[in-house]
């Protein structure tokens, strides 16, 4: 979720008392923190076997005793959860017992960038600890309670809060500004930028599509004043680029955030931007390839296991994301908090071609480079052989050219057999999660780590 200071339930000493331990917990020793963690694990795993229907069956069937999930590594014993599990056995997976507070169980749902539904239950517990991450996230840019802050975002489900009277109540006394990006013109932007350029945020929070079309719009009308000491992009992949531009555009640093509805808060970037920090002390985060953790530097599917949500446990989750595995060597910045390397992006934006080439979302942005007068486009892969690519049209566009030139290069460099088909429109819409998603593949990603319960 985007706020700070959300949810009421719990005492302000609860959030206060969390807030000081999660700040301490990054500075363990990696040995220190992994041994929390696994005490977490064993009581969340313990909790699982006795009351949630389906991990019962899932380990009665493979013969695993609670006791014999002591850690991280014990992980792969257990199937991957994926979203269809969820879907056709949501039932099986809530907590039948053993949950703090039942009464304040909460569903929360997402609808993914592809719009499939997703809906999932998460208790106070959960809430508490992933809201009081978010803000120990905004320590690591720079940002204090109190000091101004602004978010561009896209989701309505995260906005509606700010849009009520209370909301509305609650970001003046917090120093808080809510710009909604789900269905913003460009004179919309225009007008958030002078917003901003008078707010001053000391944070700026975005998703990065947003928080790109609002430099893009600066740039374009001359506009000043826009200085924020931090960006936080999130929500979607930060790709070189787009860092060099937003770091030039607004003159700070920018601090990536990688997480998801479904589990919270993951992996945030420090002061070092070495890679991100793995928010360990409440998610266990495996990169798997072919059912197995891969070496450092090689990309695989992200699998979570958080260890606060006793209400609906999420062991094993696939995320539908690509990571690439950190290596064991600590951050310069001393946090004993574990590194991935990068998020590079959803699974289904990685275009899987007929011969078999997985192409990156950067694939098509790096033709789209050498490609003047287009000012969005948007990929969509309706099966192995069929790209759609939307085009809007900017200064300078040559229809004819331009798409002689991108199917050339898509079939020279990706793969001849793609059969590829362009439409020119004046406007590419966003998900109905509202982020923007330049690759769309509707071909399933099969990387060997599929669950089968």
């Known amino acids: 979720a985007a706020g700070v200071w959300t949810y009421r339930s719990r005492s302000q000493r609860d959030k206060v008392a969390a807030l000081t331990a999660l700040r301490k917990q990054q500075w363990l020793r990696p040995g220190d923190l992994a041994a929390l963690q696994d005490r977490k694990l064993q009581r969340l795993v313990q909790h699982a076997f006795a009351n949630v229907p389906y991990?019962?069956?899932?380990?009665?069937?493979?013969?695993?005793?609670?006791?014999?999930?002591?850690?991280?590594?014990?992980?792969?014993?257990?199937?991957?959860?994926t979203k269809q599990v969820i879907r056709e056995r949501g039932h099986e997976l809530r907590a039948l017992g053993g949950v703090e507070a039942p009464e304040l169980v909460r569903a929360n749902h997402t609808g993914g960038s592809?719009?499939?539904?997703?809906?999932?239950?998460?208790?106070?517990?959960?809430?508490?600890?992933?809201?009081?991450?978010?803000?120990?996230?905004?320590?690591?840019?720079?940002?204090?309670?109190?000091?101004?802050?602004?978010?561009?975002?896209?989701?309505?489900?995260?906005?509606?809060?700010?849009?009520?009277?209370?909301?509305?109540?609650?970001?003046?006394?917090?120093?808080?500004?809510?710009?909604?990006?789900?269905?913003?013109?460009?004179?919309?932007?225009?007008?958030?930028?002078?917003?901003?350029?008078?707010?001053?945020?000391?944070?700026?929070?975005?998703?990065?599509?947003?928080?790109?079309?609002?430099?893009y719009v600066i740039e374009a009308r001359g506009l000043r004043g826009v200085r924020p000491h931090a960006i936080q992009s999130s929500a979607e992949s930060l790709t070189p680029a787009q860092r060099e531009l937003l770091e030039t555009?607004?003159?700070?640093?920018?601090?990536?955030?990688?997480?998801?509805?479904?589990?919270?808060?993951?992996?945030?970037?420090?002061?070092?931007?070495?890679?991100?920090h793995i928010?360990?002390?409440?998610?266990?985060?495996?990169?798997?390839?072919?059912?197995?953790?891969?070496?450092?530097g090689v990309e695989g599917?992200?699998?979570?296991?958080?260890?606060?949500?006793?209400?609906?446990?999420?062991?094993?989750?696939?995320?539908?994301?690509?990571?690439?595995?950190?290596?064991?060597?600590?951050?310069?910045?001393?946090?004993?908090?574990?590194?991935?390397?990068?998020?590079?992006?959803?699974?289904?934006?990685?275009?899987?071609?007929?011969?078999?080439?997985?192409?990156?979302?950067?694939?098509?942005?790096?033709?789209f480079y050498k490609t003047p007068g287009v000012k969005e486009f948007q990929v969509v892969q309706r099966d192995l052989r069929r790209l759609e690519i939307s085009l809007v049209a900017g200064s300078g566009f040559e229809e004819g050219a331009v798409t002689r030139f991108l199917r050339h290069a898509i079939r020279t460099y990706g793969d001849p057999a793609f059969d590829i088909r362009f439409t020119v429109s004046e406007r590419i819409l966003p998900s109905v999660s509202g982020k923007f998603r330049f690759t769309v593949s509707e071909v399933p990603l099969q990387l060997g780590c599929k669950g089968t319960s």
């Open 301 to 367: 599917q992200i699998v979570v296991t958080n260890l606060n949500n006793y209400a609906m446990p999420f062991i094993r989750y696939e995320t539908g994301d690509i990571g690439v595995a950190g290596d064991a060597e600590p951050c310069p910045c001393g946090r004993g908090l574990p590194l991935m390397r990068a998020v590079v992006g959803r699974s289904s934006d990685i275009i899987v071609s007929p011969s078999g080439k997985l192409l990156h979302g950067e694939f098509f942005t790096h033709l």
């Open 114 to 215: 592809t719009g499939t539904p997703l809906t999932f239950y998460q208790d106070e517990q959960y809430r508490m600890w992933n809201e009081m991450d978010l803000v120990r996230n905004f320590d690591l840019c720079g940002y204090q309670t109190g000091d101004p802050l602004a978010f561009l975002w896209g989701s309505d489900y995260d906005a509606r809060p700010y849009r009520t009277l209370r909301g509305k109540a609650r970001n003046y006394v917090l120093n808080t500004l809510f710009l909604d990006a789900f269905d913003s013109s460009e004179e919309d932007l225009v007008a958030y930028a002078r917003l901003l350029a008078w707010f001053q945020p000391r944070l700026l929070v975005g998703y990065v599509s947003s928080l790109v079309l609002l430099a």
């Open 249 to 276: 555009r607004f003159a700070c640093p920018v601090f990536n955030r990688y997480g998801c509805r479904e589990v919270g808060n993951l992996a945030h970037e420090c002061e070092a931007h070495a890679g991100l």
């Open 279 to 296: 928010l360990a002390d409440n998610n266990i985060v495996e990169v798997v390839r072919d059912a197995g953790a891969v070496e450092p």
């Open 55 to 81: 991990f019962r069956r899932v380990m009665e069937e493979r013969g695993i005793r609670p006791e014999q999930i002591r850690s991280a590594r014990d992980l792969v014993k257990l199937p991957v959860l």
